[in-house]
């Protein structure tokens, strides 16, 4: 015998036509908005299309050209060139992939560990959430970045394991955003009707439960983005996360840092890349929140 389904009185989701129009309009209204998704845009174009688009793409992925070391920004060299003769220019363009990728998939395998335990959590509770959360606690007890230098000093220095350590310290904040919410959409009218019928858990999670929580998901993933980016430059500048020759920003950034007086453009490029990266990942996360919420989309 089948188990009947309950129907359920939909929330506004990414994929309603009215929402989207909604939505597209709260967009071109915020300026914002407009120049998040700009920057963005740029970035990925960057990703996609660097060894096309770098002037001297051998030199991105790590060529050196000793006769042309520490010149200036120039219209042959844009943003000048490096201690080992490398176009600046082209490093940041084809370090546009590596810095996206990481953060990626730092992201999805954050809210992949992070999102189904709290969902699970809020939803049954008792003993099962006192233990889920207590681990998310210690967890928690570290400053992400510190404990990402921890698990990365013991794995080894590199781009991957900069990726765990960081997915590694980051899952607690979304099992933490998650259960919170679950929490409130279990006592629920339609989820109580679904378990008064016989509906197995398995199957109110991701229809009840996950559905109903993917708008502070999606907000919390797009600003995570921009802030991962930020941390895996920083463990590349202390020497734990890309390592030379890769083309990483915040690699870029620690090569120039005891020349920052004399060849400023080393450093500076690099570092405005990563600036205006998470400035529209996270101006996109604001946009997002108002959208999203809907007391600004019935507006």
Request: hydrophobic share 55%; glycine share 10%.
């Amino acid at each position: 015998m089948s188990v009947p389904t309950v129907i359920d009185v939909p929330a506004p989701t990414l994929t309603d036509a009215g929402f989207l129009r909604r939505a597209a309009r709260a967009v071109r209204s915020d300026r914002l908005a407009l120049v998040g998704i700009a920057l963005i845009v740029l970035v990925v174009i960057a990703a996609l299309f660097g060894p096309w688009l770098a002037p001297y793409p051998e030199q991105g992925f790590g060529a050196t050209a000793v006769d042309q070391r520490n010149l200036p920004p120039s219209f042959l060299h844009w943003m000048g060139t490096d201690q080992l003769g490398r176009d600046v220019l082209s490093r940041v363009i084809i370090g546009a992939q590596p810095a996206l990728t990481v953060s990626l998939f730092v992201v999805v395998l954050a809210a992949g560990i992070g999102v189904p335990l709290g969902a699970i959590a809020g939803y049954r509770g008792g003993w099962l959430d006192e233990v889920l959360m207590r681990i998310t606690e210690v967890f928690q007890a570290f400053p992400p970045l510190l404990l990402a230098m921890i698990t990365v000093a013991l794995l080894g220095p590199s781009l991957t394991n900069a990726g765990l350590a960081l997915a590694i310290s980051w899952w607690p904040w979304y099992a933490r955003l998650v259960r919170a919410e679950a929490r409130s959409l279990r006592e629920r009218p339609f989820v109580e009707a679904a378990r008064a019928i016989g509906v197995p858990m398995w199957r109110i999670l991701p229809r009840h439960i996950l559905r109903n929580c993917m708008t502070p998901i999606l907000v919390q993933a797009t600003i995570d983005i921009g802030t991962v980016i930020l941390a895996a430059g920083t463990l590349a500048f202390i020497g734990l996360g890309a390592q030379p020759p890769d083309p990483d920003w915040g690699l870029m950034v620690a090569e120039g840092r005891g020349v920052i007086f004399t060849q400023w453009w080393i450093s500076t490029f690099p570092g405005l890349a990563i600036f205006l990266t998470v400035l529209g990942f996270n101006l996109l996360g604001d946009s997002l929140r108002d959208m999203l919420d809907p007391r600004q989309v019935a507006r």
